[in-house]
Nanobody
Framework: QVQLVESGGGSVQAGGSLRLSCAVS????????MGWFRQAPGRQREGVAS????????DYLDSVKGRFTISQDNSKTTVYLQMNSLKSEDTALYYC????????????WGQGTQVTVS
């Protein structure tokens, strides 16, 4: 019932910045968790960042701490991932996902947006 659509991906040089957006439609409870994941060719999908409303927690992958920032607008219709000081190893297909009721898993995923750092 919940749909997610990512946007904002593109190609940037190392050291540059990019801001990803995820538009959320459908019913989302006040208590929920939004997450960003990424997958590069030949590598497993990994969690990049998450923000939880209910316990108010924010978590980041160790390799992106200090460089990436996750946030959500006040209406909860969009979640963002601000990416600074990008490195070539950040190149991947980035997905957003939601756990609508903090049940411990992410049942709904977007289609992904490509980020390429050269």
């Amino acid at each position: 019932q919940v749909q997610l659509v990512e946007s904002g991906g593109g190609s940037v040089q190392a050291g540059g910045s990019l801001r990803l957006s995820c538009a959320v439609s459908g019913y989302v409870g006040s208590t929920h968790c939004m997450g960003w994941f990424r997958q590069a060719p030949g590598r497993q999908r990994e969690g990049v960042a998450s923000i939880s409303f209910g316990d108010d927690s924010i978590d980041y992958l160790d390799s992106v701490k200090g460089r990436f920032t996750i946030s959500q607008d006040n209406s909860k219709t969009t979640v963002y991932l601000q990416m600074n000081s990008l490195k070539s190893e950040d190149t991947a297909l980035y997905y957003c996902a939601i756990d609508p009721g903090l049940r411990g898993y992410f049942p709904n995923w977007g289609q992904g947006t490509q980020v390429t750092v050269s």
